[in-house]
């Protein structure tokens, strides 16, 4: 339960749930990184989490073996109607003992693919091998993206009847209106009053793209154009070294990690947001930008294309440094258009991204597997 979208998907889902008269049980490895974590709001869930120390999101063959020992354990006590698994590695090991135990109904949400084009090309057919096998254990798939469905499809993951999409929820009514916290995060970078800021929030991970950032800045002549990163990870002393070896260090701020109850405010102290990831399912920050009314460039990398086109933002290749260059300094000179992408943006998401409505759909996948309703406890 690090900070990530994974994480708040499935936070969310719990609390839902809970809300609506289930027993719910979250199993989740210690939340260890820089990144921050979700765990203390899930115990203060009114559920039941269990965390195993094993269940670590690296490979590692001797924890992972007593990993999946403890989760047959814990299914073999639980006997849950439905266990629901969520991202690559848990998954695999959850739907094994869910398998070993028997009679439990088994769904899978795919957040984004360990096979990519970015993995070596042994690790990505081990991935398929586990994921293919996985998922003849699984009665129902659920894709963040329609790009999942293809992606795994393609590999040979599943079959089209198990999948659908239910967008990953999130609070929505937080991101509409400007959060009061806005202007004091903004003031807190001492911007110039016209400075135009631009914000990317994720880890300062690799496949993350902040350097393709970074390079576009460095050839955006207009001072008035500020960036600022926002998040933490391995990789930020890298980062602030190549901001400062570029000379950048005025024009860029490292904000570290934020609460996520901050990111609303940051989301509307911003111009644009820009996502420039190689590799995500559906990165939750862009609609989420757009609930705030802000305009987004982000590469075409796997379901962005699904919140992001001509009406909402501006949707590059991915790598494409000139094409991000071009895009910020258009959205940079010019505010109607910010107003009218946002806009448009705002209206797309509103529904789609509601987390009351990505819970009944996920209710509504566990009655169907089940064959029958499944009334609160």
Known sequence: MILGGAQENTLLTCEGLGARGHEVTLVTGPPLGPEGQLLTRARAGGYRVIVLDDLRREIHPFRDYSAGRALRRLLAEL???VMHSHSSKAGILARAAAGAV????????????????????WRNRLYVALERRAARRTDALISVADAMTAQALSAG????????????????ERFLDRDERADAFRAAMHLPDDAVLVTQ???LAELKGHRFILEAAKRIADERVHFCFVGDGQLRRRIEAQIGSAGLANRFRLTGLVDPDQIPAVLHASDIVVHASLREGLARVLPQALLAGKPVVSFDADGAREVVDSETGILLAPGDVRGLCL??????????????????????????????????????????IAGRSLPPR
């Open 79 to 81: 006997r849950p109607d």
């Open 201 to 203: 929030v994720a880890r």
């Open 327 to 368: 895009a910020i300094e258009t959205l940079a000179s010019s505010p109607a258009l910010r107003e009218k992408l946002g806009q448009a943006g705002r209206q797309r998401c509103r529904e789609r991204f509601d987390h009351r409505r990505m819970v009944e759909r996920i209710e509504a996948v566990y009655e169907r």
């Open 157 to 172: 993951v599943g079959q089209p009847e198990q999948y659908t999409t239910i967008y990953s929820g999130m609070e929505v």
């Open 102 to 121: 028997g009679g439990i109904r088994v769904v899978h949400t795919i957040h984004g693919l360990a096979f990519h084009r970015y993995e070596s090309w």
